[in-house]
Nanobody, 125 residues
């Protein structure tokens, strides 16, 4: 049973930073691409970032490129999302996810099978 647990959300002022963490259990973590998505109230879930199993390749959504960085520590079965220069429009529930295909580079939500419970990020203006 694959389980994902996010942490690190909170309330931050615009321009501030946060680091989200996601610990994964029950899978061969280091061989899987991992992704972060977010969902704001009244909006569809949006792709934020993903990183390959080795950590050598990353991809970002247009709205976060240059501000967010995804990384992973395979020794700790953990993926991170470093968020800088936060804006009020970054307010959302953030989810980490693992795809069905360990080598997947698809950014669509349907490519991902396992999801965490989400962590709330609120950016005040």
């Amino acid at each position: 049973q694959v389980q994902l647990a996010e942490s690190g959300g909170g309330v931050v002022q615009a321009g501030g930073s946060l680091r989200l963490s996601c610990v994964v259990s029950g899978s061969a973590f280091s061989s899987y691409t991992m992704g972060w998505f977010r969902q704001a109230p009244g909006k569809e879930r949006e792709f934020v970032a993903q990183i390959t199993g080795s950590g050598t390749s990353q991809e970002y959504g247009d709205s976060v490129v240059g501000r967010f960085t995804i990384s992973r520590d395979n020794a700790k079965d953990t993926v991170y999302l470093h968020m800088n220069s936060l804006k009020p429009e970054d307010t959302a529930v953030y989810y980490c996810a693992q795809p069905r295909n360990r080598f997947s580079t698809a950014t669509r939500e349907t490519a991902y099978t396992y999801w965490g419970q989400g962590t709330q990020v609120t950016v005040s203006s």
